[in-house]
């Protein structure tokens, strides 16, 4: 079974701190990793994207993937509560599957 | 000049009847993909059409078909509703094993 875990929270923070979420999965073959995030009645939208172990920065978004220990986490600096929503881990799984595995979802509380 | 779009919004039924949601994206992207979303909000992949052909059918129900027109829609028909299918119906498309792009969904409402 091909799984993807995430701590459901809620993650409270208060407003300009980091927040970390992390994620794990299981398939070692998998190729392609991604954030999303999921605002109360919207639908997922994609925050990050990484393919290659190490970090990626995009403004105050940082994913990184260690392949090793099979995890991809998120971090968000200077968080403020417009970023207050559920996170979504998504994995591409090995074997030439294009069909994303999504976690359950970590929910983020910034508060003022 | 809306990505994905899906329709209707919100569709309330009584259990037994037959409905469908539509599904169109102007990406030109290679794959299209239906996502049940429950109260608890795990998103579950239901299909997954490339090029219009089938290709995942996750142990969903055979009340559940998906019809793909052309590269561009992708629908989902539903016989004999029941009350657990009451969930929120997400389209999605995407290149090939990169980002997808998500409809604003469907909430489902089975009386």
């Known amino acids: 079974q091909k799984e993807v875990e995430q701590n459901s929270g809620p993650l409270s923070v208060p407003e300009g701190a980091i927040a970390s979420l992390n994620c794990t999965y299981s398939d070692r073959g998998s190729q392609s990793f991604f954030w999303y995030r999921q605002y109360s009645g919207k639908s997922p939208e994609l925050i990050m994207s990484i393919y290659s172990n190490g970090d990626k920065e995009d403004g105050r978004f940082t994913a990184q993937l260690n392949k090793a220990s099979q995890y991809v986490s998120l971090l968000i600096r200077d968080s403020q509560p417009s970023d207050s929503a559920t996170y979504l881990c998504?994995?591409?799984?090995?074997?030439?599957?294009?069909?994303?595995?999504f976690g359950r979802g970590t929910s983020l509380i910034v508060h003022p | 000049d809306t990505a994905v779009s899906q329709t209707p919004k919100y569709l309330v039924t009584q259990m037994g009847n037959d409905k469908s949601i539509k599904c169109e994206q102007n990406l030109g992207h290679d794959t299209m993909y239906w996502y049940k979303q429950d109260s608890k909000k795990f998103l579950k992949i239901m299909f997954s059409?490339?090029?219009?052909?089938?290709?995942i059918n996750e142990t969903v129900p055979n009340r559940f078909s998906p019809k793909s027109p052309d590269k561009a829609h992708l629908n989902l028909h539903i016989n004999s509703l029941e009350l657990g299918d009451s969930a929120v119906y997400f389209c999605?498309?995407?290149?090939?094993?990169?980002?997808?792009?998500f409809g604003p969904g469907t909430r489902l409402t089975v009386l």
């Open positions: 999605a498309s995407s290149p090939r094993d990169q980002e997808q792009f």
């Open positions: 059409y490339n090029n219009k052909e089938l290709i």
């Open positions: 998504a994995v591409n799984m090995g074997g030439g599957s294009y069909i994303p595995t």
